[in-house]
């Protein structure tokens, strides 16, 4: 699990670790013992050294990382409010983070079998989708992260024809990256029921689905 001390990693941490099947969950974070940190790629070099240390068959893994507003990100309600480096580093956390993530990790991947590893994106950034604006530099890099999944996706399967590299839109969650964002009328579901629903997709798709984003309740979403 990568974003395991966030609001929807912790959830999907725990929920796996409860479930039989499952010999040992792995979590990585900028606060695990072995830090991840998606701006700097030694971290990822090393986290992926300390999962090869460890006897685990991998099956399933988890990007459950991103940024939306705060930590040098910028929500933006116009292009007023456009900054190159917060734009920058919008698309280091959200989409150049989990490229590198598949870079070291889908080669880790057992070539036979099923296996999967899912991005957690975000409806805003399908390009078909949007209607409302704002939000560019979120927007932006998720539409960047789509593509990156869609392209390692192709390359997953040459080698690895019954691995799955997907998309997954977590709907409206409580955590600290949506809370400033809450708007009545909006249907939240918690991090557990996010949990359940997320982890539900994953079992029922097949590799014919890689390659493809989804919402929570398995549909697929408009690029
Ligand atoms: N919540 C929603 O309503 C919602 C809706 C659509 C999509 N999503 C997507 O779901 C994913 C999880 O969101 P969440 O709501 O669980 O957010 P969250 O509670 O804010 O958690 C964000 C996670 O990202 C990690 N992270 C941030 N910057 C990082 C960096 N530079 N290096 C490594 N890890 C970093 C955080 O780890 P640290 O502890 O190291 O900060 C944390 O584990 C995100 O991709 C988000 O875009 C969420």
Redesign the pocket.
């Known amino acids: 699990m990568f ?7 912790r959830a999907l941490a725990l929920r796996l670790a409860a479930q039989p099947g499952f010999s040992a969950v792995l979590g990585y ?3 695990s013992a072995v830090a ?4 700097d790629e030694s971290s990822i070099e090393a986290v992926a050294a300390d999962v090869q240390r460890s006897p685990v068959d991998l099956r399933l893994l988890i990007d ?5 507003d705060g ?1 040098g990100v910028v929500a933006e309600k116009t292009w007023r409010q456009m900054d190159g480096a917060a734009m920058m580093r919008a698309f280091v ?1 959200n989409a150049i ?1 989990p490229a590198l993530l598949m870079k070291h990790f889908l080669p880790l991947l057992p070539r036979a079998g099923r296996c999967v590893f899912a991005t ?1 994106s ?1 409806r805003v950034g399908s390009i078909g989708d949007n209607r409302l604006g704002g939000w560019y530099s979120y927007r932006a890099s998720k539409a960047a992260l789509n593509q990156i999944v869609r392209t390692a996706a192709i390359e997953l399967r040459r080698t690895r024809p019954e691995a799955l590299c997907i998309a997954l ?5 409580a ?4 809370a400033r964002f809450a708007k009545p009328g909006l249907e939240v579901q918690s991090p557990e029921v996010a949990a359940l629903r997320i982890l539900a997709v994953l079992n029922t798709l097949t590799a014919q689905s890689s390659g493809e984003f989804f919402d929570q309740r398995g549909r697929p979403i408009v690029w």
Do not use: K, Q
């Open positions: 974003g395991a001390s966030g609001g929807i990693g974070s900028r606060s991840l940190d998606l701006c459950a990382t991103g940024v939306l930590d956390v983070g957690l975000a839109h977590p709907g409206t969650v955590t600290p990256l949506s």
